[in-house]
């Protein structure tokens, strides 16, 4: 049976919170603190994208906050036109503008919940999904977004993404969140493991890897790749088939 979303964030809160929250989402190295593994999980991610597609012309990025994800890309790829998608005005407004100086490629920005957001089938190489998708709730969303990713992806291009997620069997999933307190305590103590949880609490619902890479094959990827996982934190992505 599924959890009850009743008392989670809606879109308009998480929006919120995020339109205040830029500074903290504008740095490369040290925006995510109380991810862990982000530098490496983004280096990775990037990496494969690379790898798969290095002649891609266009990139989408979900949820892209401040353009990290997006800056790293192009420091890899160099070029690519960028569509960054986020709910946040504020993080848009500062993504457009930090993503704009580093390529000669089109940038667009589309200030939009993914779920809503109209975008053009086929039209992406390369399309990246940091520290967003936890947002997502039922399961009938979760394989909305999947499919409607894998329908915006040219042949052969691929999807990445980085996470919070779950495990699929509760002692598991217990002792692998026991562990992930412990992370937060030695970075801040007590309080800060605490303020974590309860946002993690009200805020985010994420999935597992499993269940993510299931969906992926359900609508349609052919190769699914786990590139990281550490604790609560993974990276993967899945490749569709070239035409
Ligand atoms: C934790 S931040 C990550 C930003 C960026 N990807 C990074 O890692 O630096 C999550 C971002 O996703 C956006 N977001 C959350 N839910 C979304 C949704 N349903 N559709 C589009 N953007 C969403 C938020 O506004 C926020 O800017």
Same mark, same amino acid.
Request: aromatic share 0%.
């Given at each position: 049976m599924e959890a009850s979303y009743a008392q989670k964030s809606t879109s308009k809160e998480i929006r919120d919170r995020f339109d205040k929250d830029v500074a903290r989402f504008s740095n490369l190295d040290t925006g995510q603190q109380s991810t862990i593994d982000a530098v490496l999980s983004l280096e990775l991610i990037t990496e494969a994208a690379k790898a798969v597609?290095?002649? *891609?012309?266009a990139l989408l990025d979900i +949820?892209? +906050? *401040?353009?990290n994800y997006s800056l790293k890309m192009l420091s890899k790829v160099p070029g690519l036109h960028c569509t960054l998608l986020d709910l946040s005005g504020p993080m848009l407004e500062r993504a457009g503008e930090r993503v704009g100086k580093e390529t000669v490629g089109r940038v667009e920005v589309v200030r939009k919940d993914v779920r809503e957001a109209e975008l053009i089938e086929g039209g992406y190489d390369i399309i990246l999904a940091g520290a967003? $998708? #936890? #947002? $997502?709730?039922?399961e009938e969303d979760w394989e909305f977004v999947f499919r409607k990713i894998y329908n915006c992806l040219a042949p052969g291009g691929s999807f990445w993404i980085s996470d919070l997620v779950v495990q699929d069997s509760a002692p598991v999933n217990a002792f692998i969140w026991e562990q992930y307190g412990r992370y937060l305590e030695g970075l801040g103590g007590a309080e800060y493991r605490q303020h974590v949880f309860d946002y993690i609490e009200k805020e985010d619902s994420p999935r597992s890897v499993n269940f993510q890479l299931d969906l992926m094959k359900k609508v349609g990827f052919k190769n699914v790749e786990v590139l990281h996982k550490n604790l609560c934190f993974a990276a993967f992505g899945g490749i569709k088939k070239a035409g």
């Open positions: 597609n290095p002649n *891609a012309t +949820g892209c +906050g *401040a353009g967003v $998708l #936890h #947002h $997502l709730r039922e």
